[in-house]
């Protein structure tokens, strides 16, 4: 039987619970055993992105003393994965721990990656017939590089319509602490990323980062727009259980 650690993130541990449980799911499903450590903590990607990096250091020191074991970390999010998996290693290029920082961020893998290119998951879709659009996260885009692998689950669906996004690629403002920081830039970057997927004609829009989740269904909840934002890992067992979004 496969083992794996199952790092939730900050988002996923306060905001996104259910999701949590369901990418938990996805993965025994599929026969894996899934070691969740309690004393997890935040990646430390918003202290490095604000040039805290001694800090930063901390955070990720104490992250590997907490998986130990060799087991791949899966990670439902493409920005805490990018930065456990590739920033941890820009973070200590010239440290004395560099070398168990390499071997910890090997270990790092998004749990998209992790069930289509591993697992090679086959999934049965006992949905609706539905038209989506996904939204791609820019960590998980120029970092992590694990779209390609989001994208290939939904596409194992069926009864799944996956419309493509314009500018799929753009921002959609959310930036961690630049939401923060810019609230009227990030505000104008969410209202255009609406707007591109509203063209689409696509009754949901995915995506696989709770970050950028958060911001683009919040800003079409406001605005009282008919589009329905999901996460990637709830959208998928959902499809395979048949149970309605």
């Known amino acids: 039987m496969k083992k794996v650690y199952f790092y939730a993130t900050c988002l996923g541990s306060a905001a996104m619970q259910e999701m949590v449980v369901n990418a938990i799911k996805l993965l025994r499903k599929e026969g894996v055993e899934v070691i969740f450590k309690k004393n997890q903590t935040c990646c430390g990607q918003p202290a490095f992105n604000s040039g805290y990096f001694k800090e930063s250091k901390e955070v990720a020191l104490y992250n590997i003393q907490q998986f130990k074991e060799g087991y791949p970390i899966v990670v439902p999010s493409g920005s805490c994965a990018g930065m456990m998996s590739h920033d941890y290693l820009e973070l200590f290029k010239e440290d004395k721990e560099f070398d168990k920082v390499r071997s910890f961020s090997s270990q790092v893998i998004e749990l998209s990656q992790y069930l ?111 589009v329905k934002g999901v996460h990637l890992y709830d959208f998928l067992l959902k499809r395979i259980e048949g149970v309605r979004l």
Request: glycine share 10%; with cysteine; aromatic share 6%.
């Open 116 to 226: 289509d290119e591993v697992l090679k998951v086959d999934y049965e879709d006992r949905g609706e017939s539905v038209k989506v659009t996904w939204h791609s996260n820019c960590h998980a885009l120029r970092v992590q590089k694990s779209i390609e692998a989001s994208k290939n689950l939904i596409k194992r669906l069926k009864n799944v319509e996956l419309v493509p996004l314009e500018f799929e690629e753009e921002c959609c403002g959310f930036g961690g602490t630049f939401s923060i920081k810019e609230p009227e830039i990030s505000n104008a970057m969410a209202m255009q990323k609406i707007k591109d997927i509203q063209n689409s004609g696509a009754q949901y829009v995915i995506s696989g980062d709770g970050g950028c989740l958060l911001n683009i269904k919040g800003t079409m909840e406001r605005i009282g727009s008919e």
